[in-house]
């Protein structure tokens, strides 16, 4: 089995628009699980800049899959590993909620481990 490393990581300007009315944090912010092959989150580092709790929520296919909440002006750094598979063709997205009339800034890095079988054609 051959692995490969993937990351979702960047510097992302917000706007709140409410807790309760998450939005994509930034439109490049997205992974799909190639064809004949599972991924793996394992880990989560993050910061926020504003005065407010916010929540960054990761999407699976359309889907709450996880929800990480960041203390005012705090960081989050957690190991994910081997907690779910993510089956091929399994779109993950990232999604921030944040209190109206908060804007701020989400410092992301996410890593996440693409596992094939070896000799497969297309990884």
């Known amino acids: 089995m051959s692995t490969r490393p993937r990351l979702l990581q960047g510097v992302c300007p917000f706007a709140g628009r409410g807790l309760t009315r998450p939005f994509l944090l930034h439109a490049?912010?997205?992974y799909v699980v190639p064809p004949r092959a599972q991924a793996?989150?394992?880990?989560?580092?993050?910061?926020?800049s504003t005065d407010e709790l916010i929540d960054l929520i990761f999407m699976r296919d359309g889907l709450t899959m996880r929800h990480f909440p960041l203390a005012a002006r705090g960081?989050?750094?957690?190991?994910l590993a081997i907690v779910e598979d993510?089956?091929?063709?399994?779109?993950?997205e990232?999604?921030?909620?944040?209190?109206?009339?908060?804007?701020?800034?989400v410092v992301l890095d996410v890593?996440?481990?693409?596992?094939?079988?070896?000799?497969r054609v297309g990884f």
Do not use: K
């Open 75 to 79: 960081d989050c750094h957690i190991t």
């Open 94 to 105: 990232v999604y921030l909620a944040a209190p109206e009339e908060v804007s701020g800034t």
């Open 28 to 30: 490049e912010l997205w």
């Open 111 to 119: 890593g996440l481990v693409e596992m094939a079988a070896e000799g």
């Open 40 to 48: 793996q989150l394992v880990c989560f580092r993050a910061g926020n």
């Open 86 to 92: 993510l089956e091929p063709g399994t779109r993950l």
